[in-house]
């Protein structure tokens, strides 16, 4: 049986008719076929609840995941209010998990993950989405097995609330993660880079405590970014600086490689607050990123995913991109999907959204990513 995917989107006043718009849409191009697996993008701005059901009426049993984010990408480009919903058929099995408690614990939630692995022999991959504002991704990683084709992101919305939802079939809600256990006769090729170079300014992190950034050389981060970037320093508390700052995130060593740490917004007393970790006493660069750049990690990493896919054919983007990459690429929305079509051509079907953060394979464990772009092909082993 051949792998088949097939994407629609819609906008609609409310997120019912947006899900079972979008869902009919996705339906009619897969033609006779059924829907082994359903990956939604919704808007943070439509009720999660009215979204899964929209989405569920039409699909029926399908296994079902999906975020939450400030926008949808498909091949025709960005999808602002909309709702993105990519189907797959083939000969493969997938399983959709709700897990509710990955807020309280990244570590307990990776573990509850690593046992529904383990009660399958046969390959698997691994497909989720988690709360961006709440949950600690690190520790998720941490308790991940790295024995398995993987590939991950962190939900986005509004920045200044913080609200963000995830959903598998008809359970939604924040705080949450979701996953999709794949096996059978498919392969995923996941490919990842980012469009950020140093600018030459190096700081050392003075004080940081959790998920806040306090101080850079001794002095609140926000009056660093100040002296840079030339707004006075109480500014960056507020919209749209306190938001904008995603785009310069910090580069901080780790061995022969450079790690992105950003940004979600900047508080009242000057403080960065992350979703990562930062340790006190390292060294950081605060990088600056290009559409150029940009353009080139989104087809360097399409090429990644095209070498993980070996001789497979791709029949299925899901590309899942930094919030941040939105804001840099406003001028030019859809930039980043233009440069993955080139590398696939146009008739690969292509869905994503735009994430506060993304997980993919490393040497040990999983690797918790600011800044990047992944791109998550799939075809028919």
């Not at 709360?131 to 991704?137: H, I, K, Q, S, V």
């Not at 790295?146 to 959903?167: E, I």
């Not at 392969?187 to 030459?200: D, K, Q, Y």
């Not at 990562?276 to 605060?286: E, F, N, T, W």
């Amino acid at each position: 049986m051949t792998l088949l995917a097939s994407v629609g989107h819609a906008q609609a006043l409310d997120g019912r008719e947006a899900g079972l718009q979008a869902a009919h849409h996705a339906l009619n191009k897969l033609g006779a076929a059924s829907p082994s697996l359903a990956l939604v993008v919704s808007s943070h701005q439509y009720q999660p609840r009215e979204v899964a059901s929209g989405v569920s009426s039409l699909l029926g049993d399908a296994p079902l995941i999906g975020f939450s984010a400030p926008a949808g990408l498909t091949s025709d480009g960005l999808h602002p209010h909309s709702v993105v919903v990519a189907l797959l058929s083939g000969d493969f099995q997938a399983e959709a998990h709700w897990l509710p408690g990955y807020a309280q614990s990244g570590r307990e939630t990776a573990t509850r993950l690593m046992s529904l692995v383990n009660t399958r022999s046969e390959p698997q991959s691994l497909l989720f989405f988690a709360d961006g504002f709440n949950g600690d991704a690190e520790q998720l990683c941490s308790g991940l097995l790295n024995n398995l084709t993987l590939a991950g992101a962190l939900s986005s919305g509004d920045l200044h609330t913080g609200s963000t939802y995830q959903m598998s079939g008809v359970q939604t809600g924040s705080g949450a993660l979701t996953a999709a256990l794949l096996r059978g006769n498919l392969r995923m090729g996941v490919g990842f880079a980012h469009g950020w170079n140093p600018v030459g300014s190096q700081f050392r992190v003075t004080r940081s405590r959790g998920f806040w950034l306090r101080t850079l050389d001794g002095r609140p981060a926000s009056e660093t970014y100040a002296g840079l970037f030339g707004f006075p320093a109480r500014e960056w508390a507020f919209p749209p600086l306190s938001h904008l700052a995603r785009l310069y995130p910090l580069g901080v060593e780790q061995g022969d490689a450079m790690m992105l740490r950003a940004p979600i917004r900047v508080e009242a007393d000057g403080s960065f607050r992350m979703n990562g970790s930062v340790r006190d006493g390292i060294d950081a660069y605060v990088l600056v990123g290009t559409r150029t750049d940009c353009e080139k990690a989104a087809q360097q990493a399409t090429q990644q995913a095209l070498s993980g896919l070996g001789n497979v054919k791709p029949a299925f983007a899901l590309v899942l991109v930094d919030i941040a990459w939105q804001m840099l690429l406003k001028a030019n929305p859809g930039a980043e999907v233009a440069a993955v079509q080139d590398l696939l051509g146009p008739s690969v079907p292509v869905a994503g959204g735009y994430t506060l953060g993304q997980i993919v394979q490393g040497k040990e464990t999983p690797n918790f990513l600011n800044q990047h772009i992944v791109v998550v092909l799939f075809g028919e082993e």
